[in-house]
């Protein structure tokens, strides 16, 4: 009977030690999010404001889920009453309309964001949102991807957010909103590109900031289409590529460059009540390689400016081909290579300024193929027209408005 209790003893030590171990096993496990290797799914099967299976019950329960999350939207259509609460999961949230798509109807709002993406790694895709008095989305975080969506009457469709980064949104529809998607600065490793942008009552996308911004690379804006918006494009003081998109029937201008950082190129800008593109008060832009017909305006206007590049452009039917106005002598603008055919009244203007004209052609015009002028503000000083003219191959007609402003020939 002793000699048996060296044996049960072993055999209750044995047991112990490995309950012990199963415990702290299972410790480890519990406590250590980075094992959690699942992403946290819910649903949201009803469309009302709050209460169960909502939106608003899905963003809360996933803003403390220790991984990645899913929010499927299973129901047509949402209705929202009152804000809801931002999207905070660190781990990254995924919200995917059903097949067919889902809608978020925001017009009893009072104002404020419909979706506030304060996290990184948020992605949406295929969700409708309408109706909204403020932003339908706010980023104020790195990784945001907007894929397949639309955001339709709204005051800002994408509202980005100065520390916003790393950013794609495509595929989308941005329709009669104010701004399709706005930039308050320049945005590092940035992509708008194969959106839709139709009957924006300000502009397709608004990139404007009071002074210049450098700190990161340039926002791309590529093989986009914008149809009937006020501008396509507005963009002053923050580092934009606009590049490849398709612009038409714009009312103001398709693309308006203000102040510094941006390069247009590539695009295709057709009819309309207004011009083409415009460099107003812009620094060293360049605006190359675009073709642009159709225009009840300028084809190309670059007024007030100082060392903008005009290089291998393309415009034909346009009212006007290109005009120079009011620029800074001291940092002319310059002209080289372009094209113009067959404008119905001049094809190079030249009002109070001095650019540098090179290798240009201006073929049948329907005017003067280059008009010079000085320019008398009331009760102001002559501002002299004098630009430089070096191998133009012009019309049949050049007109000097005034003698002693004689263009330099060499």
């Known amino acids: 009977m002793f000699a048996r209790r060296p044996v049960v003893a072993v055999i209750v030590f ?16 519990r406590t250590a999010p980075e094992t959690l290797s699942s992403t946290l799914s819910v649903s949201v099967t009803n469309g009302a404001d709050r209460g169960p299976g909502t939106l608003r019950e899905a963003l809360f329960v996933v803003a403390t889920a220790q991984s990645a999350a899913r929010v499927r939207l299973e129901v047509p259509r949402i209705m929202l009453e009152t804000p809801l609460p931002p999207i905070v999961n660190s781990h990254g949230i995924s919200i995917v309309a059903r097949e067919g798509g889902s809608e978020i109807d925001a017009h009893a709002l009072s104002g404020g964001p419909v979706l506030d993406v304060a996290a990184a790694n948020t992605s949406l895709a295929g969700v409708t949102v309408r109706n909204c008095p403020g932003a339908a989305i706010l980023v104020r975080a ?19 957010a100065e520390n916003a980064s790393n950013l794609l ?21 940035t992509a708008i590109v194969a959106n839709d942008f139709s009957n924006n009552r300000d502009a397709g996308i608004w990139a404007v900031r009071s002074e210049p911004d450098w700190h990161g690379a340039a926002i ?14 507005v963009a002053g003081n923050i580092s934009i590529v606009i590049e490849h998109n398709e612009l038409t029937d714009a009312q103001d201008a398709a693309i308006h460059l203000l102040g510094s950082g941006a390069v247009v190129r590539g695009n295709r800008v057709s009819g309309g009540p ?6 107003e008060g812009a620094s060293n832009a360049v605006i190359e390689s675009n073709e642009l017909d159709g225009l009840a305006g300028y084809g190309i206007l670059v007024r007030g400016s100082r060392s903008a590049l005009l290089r291998a452009n393309r415009l034909y039917n ?30 190079i203007d030249v009002v109070g300024d001095s650019p540098v004209l090179r290798r240009n052609r201006v073929l049948r015009p329907h005017a003067f193929a280059l008009r010079v002028q000085n320019f008398q503000p009331p009760g102001g000083a002559l501002v002299r027209a004098a630009p430089f003219l070096d191998g133009n191959v012009l019309g049949p007609a050049i007109a000097i408005a005034a003698s002693k402003a004689a263009s330099k020939t060499r």
């Open 274 to 279: 207004g011009m083409g593109i415009t460099a």
């Open 318 to 347: 346009c009212a006007y081909g290109m005009g120079f106005v009011l620029g800074d002598p001291s940092n002319p603008s310059t002209a080289t290579d372009n094209v113009i055919i067959e404008p119905r009244y001049d094809g």
């Open 169 to 189: 949104i495509t595929r989308s529809r941005f329709a009669d909103d104010r701004v399709g998607v706005r930039f308050a600065a320049s945005s590092r490793d």
């Open 14 to 29: 044995a047991l112990v030690a490995g309950l012990v171990g199963v415990g702290r096993w299972y410790e480890a496990h």
């Open 142 to 160: 790195v990784r945001f991807r907007l894929e397949s969506a639309t955001v339709q009457a709204c005051d800002v469709g994408v509202d980005v």
């Open 220 to 233: 791309s804006a590529r093989d986009n289409r914008f149809d009937r918006d006020r501008a396509g494009v």
